[in-house]
Every structure is written in C-alpha cells, then in structure tokens.
C-alpha cells in the first residue's frame, strides 16, 4: 500500500492572516486539514495545534506499539477506528486546555477532517464543517457530514430552498475541537481501490466551490499538486471569502 499526497492553504482574498492548517504525514498514510476559529490568531493556534497533536500521537504509536494511550479504547470499534479517534480526542484535550490557562486564547476551537489508510481501509475522522469527498471513477461524492446549524436544519427538514440560500447562520458549528472538555469523533469507514482520490478540504473551498465543479477537475487533472492548485483558484476566482485549504489523497493497493 502507498499513498500519495499533495496540500495546499491559502490566505484567501478577504482575510489578512490563515487560520487554517493541514498535514501530510505519508510515512503513517495519515493527512487532515483543520479550519480554526477564535479572535486574533487563536484560530491559527487551535488548529496547529491540532495537526501536531494529531501527528506526534501517531508518531508516537508507530515508534512504541506498548505506549500508553490517553484515551480507554472504545470496544465498539477496532485498533485503526480507536487509534483515530484518540488522537483527535487527544488534540481536543490539549486546544482546550490551552484555552482555559490563557484568556487571551478562550473561545478558540478548531475543526477537523482526517483520511488514516491501513490494512487496505480508509478511515475518515471529523469534527466539525470541514470536509472529506472521495473521487473515484470520475465521479465525486461527499462522506463527511457537517457538524453545523444549517445541516441540522436541514435534517430536521424546516428549511425551504429559498431558506437555504439566505439561511442567516451558515457559518455556526454545533461541534469543533476545544469546545468542550471532550469530544464526539465521528469515524467511517470505505474499502479504497487502486487510484481513488480522497479530497480533504476546509469550507474556504466547499463553500465558495460546488461539487461538480471539484469533480471537473479532478477529472482532467491527475497531477494531485496541479488539482489542488486549480481548486484553490476557483475558491479564490469565486471570492475567496475564507481561508482555503485543498488536500488529496490518492490510493496505491500493490
């Protein structure tokens, strides 16, 4: 099995710093963006923070397979679901302690978006807005599903299209790292095939890019680097409204 990455972050064209982050660690067939919130450069902070942590435990848990982990194992599911979901706990656990030791940092949070292959498997971490897609055989679908007021709402089925397009809240998250002393990740799981593509992005890109749009380019671009470059032109051509963030991943069984 091999994976191959490629990322990209910008600024945008409305915002003066980036608060997002993201990481490619191939070595541990591991990559995640992270869309930070909070004032000042809070929101910069959370997510790094949430990236290093993120790392640093898998780091950690491939060097030294008997380390102590600082989470109980969930039993309801396997090593790799457990091993996820730990460290993005573990990242919660150190952006809110950080927030409530320093006032200048309270309110900061982060979300999250994760893609960890092994054992022929993919496993898609999140908390939050940001999203993970998969790509495969021209044809793009969403797998995450957002943590936010208007996703609620719409489940809940109490908002007309017209609702929608001028809904007031689009940008309120109901769940994000540092929010709360702990954290509920949700984790799936997909059976991944030669050259399947997984795009993993912040809302700098989903919400200023449609699907069909993504699925267009990654249909005429192979080169992952390329892609990414195009997506973030798109979200900056469209307004760039938010900082933008493009990860993808492309799948190696042999």
């Not at 600024?11 to 993201?22: C, L, S």
């Not at 060097?63 to 919660?92: C, H, Q, S, V």
Request: negative net charge.
């Amino acid at each position: 099995m091999r994976i191959e990455v490629a990322g990209i972050t910008h600024v945008g064209m409305k915002r003066n710093h980036n608060e997002d982050n993201y990481l490619l660690l191939p070595e541990e067939n591991l990559c995640c963006v992270a869309d930070g919130m909070g004032g000042h450069s809070s929101g910069e902070i959370a997510s790094k923070i949430a990236v290093d942590e993120l790392g640093e435990f898998f780091r950690m848990t491939s060097r030294d397979a008997e380390a102590t982990w600082p989470f109980k194992m969930d039993k309801t599911r396997n090593y790799d679901e457990n091993r996820l979901a730990t460290g993005i706990k573990l990242a919660n656990a150190k952006i809110f302690e950080r927030a409530s030791g320093d006032t200048k940092y309270k309110g900061m949070g982060t979300t999250i978006v994760t893609v960890y292959f092994a054992n022929a498997t993919a496993y898609v971490g999140h908390v939050g807005d940001s999203r993970v897609y998969f790509f495969r055989e021209g044809v793009l679908r969403q797998i995450t599903e957002d943590h936010s007021l208007l996703n609620d709402y719409l489940k809940a089925k109490k908002l007309s299209p017209e609702e929608i397009e001028n809904f007031p809240h689009k940008n309120v998250i109901v769940r994000a790292l540092g929010m709360k002393e702990s954290v509920l990740v949700d984790v799936a799981r997909l059976e991944p095939k030669d050259d399947d593509v997984f795009l993993l992005c912040s809302d700098g890109l989903s919400g200023m890019v449609t699907d069909q749009q993504m699925q267009e380019v990654l249909g005429r671009t192979s080169e992952l680097e390329k892609a990414c470059s195009q997506l973030i032109d798109l979200a900056n051509a469209a307004g760039g409204n938010d900082n933008v963030t493009c990860v993808l991943a492309r799948y190696h069984g042999a």
